[in-house]
């Protein structure tokens, strides 16, 4: 279930997951992990659910509500990388890569 909702949910913000993940400072690895069934730790799923303006509760499928009822806020994380161009996702990417291969 959550699987699911979280690749809906990218759809909906026109996101791919692996940039999303990066992003928020999680190994793309967790992907697969999620895909199988593992439900992400709570301080991940609010990253993720901040990121995709959208409640914990609706990426664990507990309501259809999708947005978190909030004041004007800052660009959320989808709505930065949107904004982005292909060659600065692509740096961003392999940053991170370097980063993960460091540590």
């Known amino acids: ?34 895909r199988n069934g593992t439900i992400p730790t709570g301080d991940i799923l609010i ?13 664990l499928g507990r309501t259809d509500v999708i947005e978190v009822n909030t004041k004007e806020k800052p660009l959320s994380i989808a709505e930065q990388f949107r904004e982005l161009d292909t060659s600065q996702v692509a740096a961003y990417g392999e940053n991170e890569f370097i980063n993960d291969k460091e540590n």
Not at 3 to 26: A, D, H, M, Y
Not at 47 to 59: E, M, P, R, T, W
């Open 47 to 59: 990253k993720l659910a901040d990121a995709l303006d959208c409640s914990v509760d609706y990426l």
């Open 1 to 34: 279930m959550f699987f699911n909702q979280l690749e809906k949910r990218c759809k909906q913000c026109q996101i791919k997951l692996t940039p999303l993940v990066l992003s928020i400072g999680i190994s793309k690895g967790n992907i697969s992990k999620w």
